[in-house]
């Protein structure tokens, strides 16, 4: 039988809101085989990575065509009844640390009575350690979703590790290249998340916010432009910035395991999902990401051979300090169970800073998650 026939998907239009928006760089990934073009980008992206951890790529080599199917799948999937989506659901899973399938909106309350509204459907990579039963809207559209879930990780994970190791100064440009291989068992992902509107009434209770600002536990997170203004940052000087929907780009952000590989020389880059813009309030965003994390046997300790990290006596990290040796599948585990942790929900004061008990955040003896306001 013929596949079933996706209609186009069409983004929303832009916000007309005078916002404040981030001032990011955009990394040109058409000179990263030119001659001296990785050095280049090196330049370009020291800075970024090391203040704000967010930054754009353009000229990746995965057409607009092929991002829009992904997010057809993904209106496709939400589209199904709830029912439908339940079935990929399993609440246990999320209490053992595991996070592929769908997860329903609701899940916790955020404050004041409000749950959350956001529902995510999580796509393993295709390494042959991760089978699932798909929904029919999906697996009929397997093959390409898996082509392109492995063009995120070739034409675009892979290029940002080699320059994270030209910036690490390491003696072989694949060095992180090989911790990251996509057929090797590991925790990568791709996402399709939908954030339902609220009322204004309902959004103040809650800070006006989706989620609070957090940092994310992989490698880098790969955003694809979508126009609904929702995301924000927090700048090197502390302040909440907008990330501005650039066409043609996506957006990355690097994450907690690449700050322990760096002894923090990374920065785990801090952002939330506040309430769209005032002429985009009314209408529900749906986001296409990809998760890469390392491979499952990576030891998180800082990398020992980069002269850079010794030269600033970059050699220990959150984990090691706390005499921890965590291959990325046990912080993956620890992380997602606190994440996932059905716990009571946050005070949330007048000025919308969310306050979590301490005993919610702990994902190890010693080590908390962080909620940035």
């Keep these: 039988m013929p596949g079933r026939i996706v209609e186009r998907y069409e983004h929303v239009p832009v916000t007309q809101e005078d916002l404040e928006w981030a001032d990011l760089i955009t990394l040109d990934l058409g000179l990263y085989d030119q001659p001296g073009g990785k050095e280049e980008l090196v330049k370009q992206l020291e800075h970024a ?12 080599n995965i057409s607009q065509e092929e991002v829009d199917n992904q997010f057809a799948l993904g209106r496709e999937f939400y589209s199904l009844p709830l029912e439908e989506r339940l079935k990929y659901h399993n609440s246990n899973d999320l209490v053992r640390g595991e996070y592929n399938g769908y997860r329903p909106a609701g899940h916790r309350i955020l404050g004041n009575g409000i749950k959350d509204n956001v529902q995510v459907y999580n796509i393993p990579k295709f390494d042959g350690f991760h089978q699932r039963q798909q929904p029919p809207v999906l697996e009929d559209s ?3 979703i898996e082509a392109f879930s492995r063009k995120c990780h070739d034409e675009v994970v892979v290029k940002l590790l080699r320059l994270f190791a030209i910036l690490l100064e390491l003696p072989d440009e694949d060095q992180l290249v090989r911790d990251h291989l996509y057929d090797v068992k590991g925790e990568d992902h791709l996402r399709y998340m939908h954030y339902a509107a609220r009322s204004p009434e309902e959004n103040k209770l809650v800070g006006d916010l989706y989620g609070p600002g957090h940092t994310d536990l ?8 979508q126009p609904v203004a929702a ?7 502390g302040k909440w910035k907008w990330v501005k929907p650039q066409d043609g780009t996506i957006t990355i952000n690097t994450c907690d395991a690449l700050t322990a590989l760096t002894g923090g020389l990374i920065k785990s880059s801090v952002h939330r999902v506040h309430a769209p813009p005032a002429d985009q309030a009314h209408i529900d965003r749906l986001g ?3 998760f890469a994390r390392p491979n499952n046997h990576v030891v998180l300790d800082p990398i020992q051979n980069s002269p850079l990290l010794n030269r600033l006596g970059l050699t220990t990290n959150a984990f090691t300090e706390l005499g921890q040796h965590l291959t990325t599948e046990q912080w993956v585990k620890v992380r997602q169970t606190q994440q996932q942790r059905p716990r009571v929900s946050a ?10 008990e301490k005993k919610d955040l702990e994902i190890l003896p010693g080590l908390h998650a962080a909620i940035v306001n």
């Design 288 to 290: 296409v990401l990809y």
């Design 231 to 237: 995301l924000q940052i927090q700048n090197s000087a």
């Design 347 to 356: 005070k949330i004061t007048g000025d919308g800073k969310y306050i979590y």
């Design 49 to 60: 990575v090391r203040n704000v951890g967010f930054f754009y790529v353009k000229n990746f």
């Design 218 to 225: 992989g490698t880098v997170t790969l955003l694809f432009r």
């Design 142 to 144: 397997i093959k390409e």
